[in-house]
């Protein structure tokens, strides 16, 4: 299914307006086009925003899959995402994460962000940020768009842990696992959710730190998460599945989320370092949602 045409454009300057949302993280940019060739000040400046707010958004776009890969690989390298039955055809850059049938099968990943989680964090290396651009948005009755996406600062979260707290998980580390993910999937009631072989072999248990530093900020944040997060090591069980229990209550926290309400034409970016997000499924086909994403390679936890 094809995005829609970003035409040509032309390289120009243009003047980011970051507008930050009434929450703990993220911000509106206004002011730029994203099917116009960004020169170096106006991407620096986006940039500078990105790794202040963590999740940028920006609105009314036309952009079509060249121009989308294109200004994603502005920030970094683009990785093939694993799951690569839902890679765009022509543009294997870009994830299609979409309720969509294609004849019997799912043209796009149609379970995307059911629990809270950050992108790839059961990869050894995980991806620095995602780039989601909306196609098309599911609606309900009355016009209201579905399918929000919430959205939680962990650097926040943990800034507001405790000091004792803080000093009990400093040099915890834990196990992440997309198998996980999926066995929670099927637990749920999902038959479809089941993990391949291939796939499994793909993605062995990894270990990283409970705690995160942000390699450019170098604020820290909790790193733990319900959707893939199996479990955290070198304590005893039950109190290990506790802690972990507790850190991800508490990193959802309704003072460090911010709500997404999707239009066609949004393309949000968010670092999957100090956030976590969570997809609302409260739509059905054949309300359509329909979305193409891309992926930013990432550096090993520090």
């Known amino acids: 299914m094809p995005g829609t045409d970003s035409g040509t454009g032309g390289a120009g300057t243009m003047t980011p ?21 960004l020169d170096d000040a106006t991407f620096a400046a986006i ?36 799951l690569d039955q839902y890679l765009h055809p022509r543009h294997p850059e870009i994830l299609i994460v979409s309720n969509v049938m294609d004849g019997d099968r799912h043209a796009g990943i149609y379970d995307a962000g059911r629990y809270w989680h950050t992108d790839l964090s ?25 399918g929000d996406t919430l959205f939680t600062s962990t650097a926040a ?25 999926h066995a929670r999937l099927v637990a749920d009631g999902d038959p479809d959710a089941t993990l391949s072989d291939a796939h499994r072999e793909k993605t062995p248990p990894v270990i990283h730190k409970v705690v995160r530093s942000h390699p450019i900020t170098g604020r820290r944040s909790i790193y733990v998460n319900e959707g893939q997060t ?56 054949p309300q359509r949602r329909y979305m193409h994403r891309t992926t930013l390679r ?5």
């Open 17 to 37: 307006e970051i507008v930050p949302f009434d929450a703990a993280l993220g911000a509106e940019v206004r002011g730029v086009d994203l099917a116009r060739d």
């Open 122 to 146: 059961y990869m050894a290396v995980p991806s620095r940020g995602s780039l989601l651009y909306a196609i098309e948005v599911p609606h309900d009755a009355a016009g209201d768009p579905l």
């Open 230 to 285: 199996s479990r955290i090591l070198g304590l005893p069980e039950d109190e290990a599945r506790d802690l972990l229990q507790a850190l991800c209550a508490h990193c959802t926290r309704p003072e460090f989320v911010y709500r997404h309400r999707w239009r066609a034409g949004d393309l949000l970016i968010w670092d999957n370092i100090p956030t976590q997000h969570l997809a609302i499924c409260d739509y059905a086909l």
């Open 47 to 82: 940039e500078r925003a990105w790794n202040g707010h963590s999740v940028l958004l920006f609105r009314d776009q036309s952009i079509d899959e060249a121009r989308h890969v294109a200004f994603s690989r502005r920030f970094g390298d683009l990785e093939i995402h694993v």
């Open 157 to 181: 979260a943990y800034d507001a842990l405790s000091t004792d707290m803080k000093r009990r998980i400093s040099g915890l580390k834990a196990e992440f696992s997309l198998a996980n993910r």
């Open 298 to 302: 990432g550096t090993v936890p520090q």
